[in-house]
């Protein structure tokens, strides 16, 4: 069983940063692709990034692509996600999920029930 733990989340302005963490425990850091999928109220869970178990491939949604940027830290089993210029829009619950090393396939790695562990999330705020 993999427990993860979300940090770093807040209220900011348009245009700022925010840099949220993972840490996780009870398994194998480096057997799981991590993500990020964010919720905002009234919405869907919708896929943000998500970075392979070795560090060495990522995948953003177009909407966050050049503003966002995933790192992971196998060392101290927790994997970033660096958030600049950040907009209204981007106003949500953000959760961390680990999903099984398997196959590097796109559709997968955008659908939320592909992973197999999330955190509880934490909030950003950003507003105009």
């Known amino acids: 069983q993999v427990q993860l733990v979300e940090s770093g989340g807040g209220l900011v302005q348009a245009g700022d940063s925010l840099r949220l963490s993972c840490a996780a425990s009870?398994?194998?850091?480096?057997?799981?692709?991590m993500g990020w999928f964010r919720q905002a109220p009234g919405k869907e869970r919708e896929f943000v990034a998500v970075i392979s178990w070795s560090g060495g491939d990522t995948y953003y949604a177009d909407s966050v692509k050049g503003r966002f940027t995933m790192s992971r830290d196998n060392g101290k089993n927790t994997v970033y996600v660096q958030m600049n210029s950040l907009k209204p829009e981007d106003t949500a619950v953000y959760f961390c999920?680990?999903?099984?090393?398997?196959?590097?396939?796109?559709?997968?790695?955008?659908?939320?029930?592909?992973?197999?562990?999330w955190g509880q999330g934490t909030q950003v705020t950003v507003s105009s």
């Open positions: 009870g398994g194998t850091f480096s057997n799981y692709a």
């Open positions: 999920t680990a999903r099984i090393r398997g196959s590097w396939y796109f559709p997968f790695l955008v659908d939320p029930h592909r992973y197999d562990y």
